[in-house]
């Protein structure tokens, strides 16, 4: 019901998501694709492809038909500076 939702990483640290989370995922991002309602999400992948594979192929269409993408390709603040 919220005008603008946003997601951080909707994906396991390794690995895909479950059957289960894919299609909760789908069902959430489906339903604002059809609405026309904005959809921010992150997505820790260097590619369509490797987020494709993580969180699913028709979520990440659904969520990249008419939006802009940025790559923030930058070190990780987390790892170690020495």
């Known amino acids: 019901a919220c005008d603008v939702l946003a997601l951080s990483d909707p994906q396991p640290i390794t690995g895909a998501l ?3 989370q894919q ?6 991002i489906e339903a604002r694709y059809n609405d026309a309602k ?7 992948a260097k590619s369509y492809e490797e987020a494709a594979d ?5 979520i990440v269409d659904r969520l ?3 939006a802009m993408c940025l790559a923030c390709d930058w070190p990780s603040f987390r790892k170690s500076k020495a």
């Open 18 to 20: 479950t059957q289960y």
């Open 64 to 66: 990249r038909h008419g």
């Open 38 to 44: 904005p959809t921010w999400v992150t997505v820790n």
């Open 54 to 58: 993580r969180i699913g192929g028709p």
């Open 23 to 28: 299609t909760m995922l789908y069902a959430i």
